[in-house]
């Protein structure tokens, strides 16, 4: 097993990353292309703690080295993400978990967004943890399907990162013109 790790701030509220997050895959973001569909398949509040929980398949294309291509013999994967948004405690926990082909590689990704304890109301503090195991019976070939996988994990989370950027300053301009509009409109009714 190989354990991939990053953490990074993002200079936006936990308001505004929380509420960016659904969007994280959307067409501001360029840099995720390798995901290609995002599907909810359920969504609930629980209503003793409030906590939002929802489930959703993300199909994503890799681009994988030949040799990996013909052990796995596709491209396109699946992964199932089940999101805990607990507004109270300010946090949104992502659990997520490949579906595809898993009983040969198996990669448990854990994301959480809470307010930074530095910057609580402008700033957000974004951990990501995967743990990625081959299994097989060659020790060797385990061991570059796991050293791959960790160095592919970290080039997308590079992506993603720069990505979500986008997303919140996107998220961001089309808030702020949209409560502007609502003023607008708002002062013409009242005039």
């Given at each position: 097993?190989k354990?991939?790790?990053s953490?990074?701030i993002?200079?936006?509220?936990?308001e505004?990353?929380?509420?960016?997050?659904?969007r994280?895959y959307?067409?501001?973001?360029?840099?995720s292309?390798?995901?290609?569909?995002v599907?909810?398949?359920?969504?609930?509040?629980?209503?003793e703690?409030?906590?939002?929980i929802?489930?959703?398949?993300?199909?994503?294309?890799?681009?994988?080295p030949?040799?990996?291509?013909?052990?796995?013999?596709?491209?396109?994967?699946?992964?199932r993400e089940?999101?805990?948004v607990?507004?109270?405690?300010?946090?949104?926990?992502?659990k997520?978990?490949?579906?595809?082909?898993?009983?040969l590689?198996?990669v448990?990704?854990?994301?959480?967004?809470?307010?930074?304890?530095?910057?609580?109301?402008?700033?957000?503090?974004?951990k990501?943890?995967?743990?990625?195991?081959?299994?097989?019976?060659?020790?060797?070939?385990r061991n570059?399907?796991?050293?791959?996988?960790?160095?592919?994990?970290?080039?997308?989370?590079?992506?993603?990162r720069?990505?979500?950027?986008?997303v919140?300053q996107?998220?961001?301009?089309?808030?702020?013109?949209l409560r502007?509009?609502?003023?607008?409109?708002?002062?013409?009714?009242?005039?």
């Amino acid at each position: 097993m190989k354990v991939f790790e990053s953490n990074c701030i993002f200079n936006y509220s936990w308001e505004d990353v929380s509420l960016a997050n659904w969007r994280k895959y959307c067409a501001w973001n360029t840099k995720s292309t390798h995901v290609i569909a995002v599907d909810t398949l359920s969504r609930s509040v629980d209503l003793e703690t409030g906590i939002l929980i929802t489930e959703r398949l993300i199909t994503c294309k890799q681009a994988a080295p030949r040799w990996l291509k013909s052990i796995f013999g596709t491209e396109e994967s699946y992964v199932r993400e089940i999101s805990y948004v607990d507004p109270v405690a300010k946090t949104v926990t992502m659990k997520s978990m490949n579906l595809t082909f898993n009983n040969l590689l198996n990669v448990q990704e854990t994301v959480q967004y809470v307010p930074d304890p530095e910057c609580p109301a402008e700033r957000t503090l974004f951990k990501q943890d995967a743990k990625i195991t081959a299994y097989g019976a060659f020790t060797r070939l385990r061991n570059a399907i796991e050293d791959f996988s960790v160095d592919r994990f970290h080039q997308n989370a590079i992506k993603g990162r720069e990505g979500f950027e986008a997303v919140l300053q996107m998220s961001q301009k089309a808030f702020k013109e949209l409560r502007e509009g609502t003023m607008q409109e708002a002062a013409m009714q009242t005039a």
